[in-house]
């Protein structure tokens, strides 16, 4: 069982950035995928970006590319979403999720791990 918390989450004004930070308590090596979601009230999950670790490519949603970046530490078992030019509608609750292996990154029933998330608000 891989536990994973969150961090970073905040307030900021619309065009600032925040990074988010997620940390594993096992490897992230291990963890072929390893991706962040959010959530929005009144709204599903939805996918924001995911990271293939072993062969280091990213996948992001298109209304956060060339904004944000996924990044990832196995030195310190630590992913992180770095997010730039935030806008109001990136407000939600930000989630890291991992998994082995990924039919569809954007699919959440795809992660079996998850975290319990960090909000994040743009005004």
Known sequence: HVQLVESGGGSVQ??????LSC???????????????????GRGR???????THVNRQYYSDFVKG????DEDTSTNKLYLLMTNLKPEDSA???????????????????????????????
């Open 93 to 123: 609750m930000y989630f890291c999720a991992a998994s082995i292996s990924c039919e569809d990154w954007r699919d959440e029933n795809s992660y079996i791990y998850w975290g319990q998330g960090t909000q994040v608000t743009v005004s």
């Open 46 to 52: 939805e996918a924001v970006a995911t990271t293939y």
């Open 67 to 70: 904004r944000f970046t996924i």
């Open 23 to 41: 940390v594993a308590s096992t490897s992230i090596s291990s963890n072929h995928f390893m991706g962040w979601f959010r959530q929005a009230p």
């Open 14 to 19: 619309a065009g600032g950035s925040l990074r």
